[in-house]
Protein backbone atom coordinates (compact mmCIF):
# COMPACT_ATOMS: atom_id res chain seq x y z
CA UNK A 1 0.00 0.00 0.00
CA UNK A 2 1.51 3.43 -0.78
CA UNK A 3 2.43 4.97 1.85
CA UNK A 4 -0.05 7.37 3.25
CA UNK A 5 -0.26 10.62 6.12
CA UNK A 6 -2.99 12.09 7.72
CA UNK A 7 -2.92 15.75 7.91
CA UNK A 8 -5.83 19.01 8.89
CA UNK A 9 -5.61 22.31 7.08
CA UNK A 10 -4.68 25.13 9.26
CA UNK A 11 -5.37 28.52 9.04
CA UNK A 12 -1.39 29.23 8.47
CA UNK A 13 -1.85 26.87 5.10
CA UNK A 14 -3.83 29.54 3.81
CA UNK A 15 -4.06 32.47 1.84
CA UNK A 16 -6.68 35.58 1.94
CA UNK A 17 -8.88 33.61 -0.24
CA UNK A 18 -8.99 31.30 2.28
CA UNK A 19 -7.28 28.30 0.46
CA UNK A 20 -4.36 26.44 0.68
CA UNK A 21 -1.63 29.07 -0.53
CA UNK A 22 0.17 27.20 -3.40
CA UNK A 23 3.47 26.78 -2.01
CA UNK A 24 2.38 25.29 1.37
CA UNK A 25 1.31 22.17 -0.81
CA UNK A 26 4.80 21.39 -1.41
CA UNK A 27 5.65 22.12 2.19
CA UNK A 28 2.31 20.16 3.00
CA UNK A 29 4.13 16.94 1.14
CA UNK A 30 7.25 17.43 2.30
CA UNK A 31 6.35 16.55 6.03
CA UNK A 32 4.43 13.41 4.12
CA UNK A 33 7.91 12.35 2.97
CA UNK A 34 10.01 13.06 6.31
CA UNK A 35 7.13 10.54 8.35
CA UNK A 36 7.50 8.12 5.29
CA UNK A 37 11.19 8.22 6.32
CA UNK A 38 11.04 8.07 10.40
CA UNK A 39 8.27 5.20 9.54
CA UNK A 40 11.12 3.13 7.96
CA UNK A 41 13.41 3.63 10.85
CA UNK A 42 15.65 6.82 9.86
CA UNK A 43 16.59 8.81 11.86
CA UNK A 44 15.69 12.32 11.14
CA UNK A 45 17.86 14.40 13.36
CA UNK A 46 20.78 12.33 11.31
CA UNK A 47 19.33 12.54 8.38
CA UNK A 48 18.94 16.45 8.01
CA UNK A 49 21.53 18.02 11.09
CA UNK A 50 24.86 17.62 9.50
CA UNK A 51 24.40 14.61 7.40
CA UNK A 52 27.43 13.54 5.01
CA UNK A 53 25.24 13.06 2.28
CA UNK A 54 21.83 15.32 1.11
CA UNK A 55 18.88 15.04 -1.09
CA UNK A 56 18.14 18.37 -2.70
CA UNK A 57 15.15 18.80 -4.43
CA UNK A 58 16.18 19.54 -8.14
CA UNK A 59 12.44 19.67 -9.55
CA UNK A 60 9.02 19.99 -8.56
CA UNK A 61 5.56 20.51 -9.36
CA UNK A 62 1.90 20.35 -8.72
CA UNK A 63 -1.14 20.09 -10.20
CA UNK A 64 -4.28 21.97 -8.25
CA UNK A 65 -7.10 19.73 -9.12
CA UNK A 66 -9.95 21.69 -6.52
CA UNK A 67 -9.24 23.65 -3.79
CA UNK A 68 -8.50 23.08 -0.43
CA UNK A 69 -9.67 25.10 2.69
CA UNK A 70 -8.95 25.33 6.36
CA UNK A 71 -9.97 22.27 8.27
CA UNK A 72 -9.81 20.06 5.26
CA UNK A 73 -9.14 16.55 6.28
CA UNK A 74 -6.21 15.59 3.91
CA UNK A 75 -4.75 12.13 3.11
CA UNK A 76 -1.30 12.44 1.53
CA UNK A 77 -0.26 9.18 -0.43
CA UNK A 78 3.09 8.97 -1.85
CA UNK A 79 5.45 6.75 -3.67
CA UNK A 80 9.15 6.76 -3.96
CA UNK A 81 10.70 5.54 -6.64
CA UNK A 82 14.42 5.04 -7.71
CA UNK A 83 14.95 6.90 -11.08
CA UNK A 84 18.96 6.39 -11.38
CA UNK A 85 21.82 5.52 -9.04
CA UNK A 86 22.08 9.17 -7.80
CA UNK A 87 18.47 9.92 -7.90
CA UNK A 88 14.45 9.52 -6.93
CA UNK A 89 11.30 10.77 -7.58
CA UNK A 90 8.14 10.92 -4.90
CA UNK A 91 4.63 11.26 -6.79
CA UNK A 92 1.91 12.72 -4.38
CA UNK A 93 -1.43 12.25 -4.39
CA UNK A 94 -3.27 15.09 -1.74
CA UNK A 95 -7.41 13.94 -1.51
CA UNK A 96 -9.81 15.35 0.69
CA UNK A 97 -12.80 12.54 1.39
CA UNK A 98 -13.05 10.46 -1.66
CA UNK A 99 -11.71 13.46 -4.06
CA UNK A 100 -8.34 14.02 -5.92
CA UNK A 101 -7.45 17.77 -5.18
CA UNK A 102 -3.68 18.06 -5.95
CA UNK A 103 -1.01 15.83 -7.68
CA UNK A 104 3.14 16.97 -6.90
CA UNK A 105 6.11 15.68 -7.84
CA UNK A 106 9.45 16.04 -6.20
CA UNK A 107 12.64 14.60 -7.66
CA UNK A 108 15.88 14.77 -4.91
CA UNK A 109 19.47 14.38 -6.28
CA UNK A 110 22.25 12.67 -3.83
CA UNK A 111 25.27 14.86 -3.10
CA UNK A 112 28.24 14.83 -0.85
CA UNK A 113 27.06 17.02 1.12
CA UNK A 114 31.02 18.69 1.54
CA UNK A 115 32.05 18.31 -2.32
CA UNK A 116 28.32 19.12 -3.61
CA UNK A 117 28.83 16.33 -5.95
CA UNK A 118 26.54 13.33 -7.35
CA UNK A 119 27.12 10.06 -5.55
CA UNK A 120 25.39 6.89 -5.23
CA UNK A 121 21.78 6.23 -2.99
CA UNK A 122 22.99 4.98 0.57
CA UNK A 123 21.63 1.85 1.17
CA UNK A 124 18.85 3.28 3.68
CA UNK A 125 17.18 4.78 0.83
CA UNK A 126 17.37 2.28 -1.51
CA UNK A 127 16.06 0.38 1.27
CA UNK A 128 13.17 2.92 1.47
CA UNK A 129 12.71 3.21 -1.68
CA UNK A 130 12.64 -0.81 -2.40
CA UNK A 131 10.27 -1.44 0.37
CA UNK A 132 7.55 1.58 -0.68
CA UNK A 133 7.54 0.37 -4.18
CA UNK A 134 6.85 -3.27 -3.42
CA UNK A 135 4.10 -1.60 -1.09
CA UNK A 136 2.56 0.21 -3.53
CA UNK A 137 2.63 -2.89 -6.12
CA UNK A 138 1.46 -5.03 -3.66
CA UNK A 139 -1.65 -2.28 -3.15
CA UNK A 140 -2.32 -1.92 -6.79
CA UNK A 141 -2.46 -5.62 -7.36
CA UNK A 142 -4.70 -6.20 -5.01
CA UNK A 143 -6.94 -3.03 -5.94
CA UNK A 144 -6.77 -4.68 -9.86
CA UNK A 145 -8.26 -8.17 -8.24
CA UNK A 146 -10.85 -6.04 -7.28
CA UNK A 147 -12.43 -4.79 -10.03
CA UNK A 148 -12.96 -8.16 -11.58
Same mark, same amino acid.
Given at each position: ?P??? $? ?5 QD?? @?????? &?? $?????C ?12 ? $???? &???N??VA ?6 S?? &?????F ?5 ? *????P?? *?G ?10 T??D??VA? @??T?H???? @???R ?6 DE *????L??N??D @? ?8 R?I?
Amino acid at each position: MPFTY $NRTVRFQDTD @AAGVVY &FA $NVLGICHEAYEESLEVSSI $NLKD &FFTNPSVAFPIVHASVD &FLRPMFGGDKLL *ISLIPQK *IGVEKFEITYEITVGDVVVAK @AITRHVCID @ASSRSKQELPDE *IVQWLETNRRD @AEDAERRRSREIM
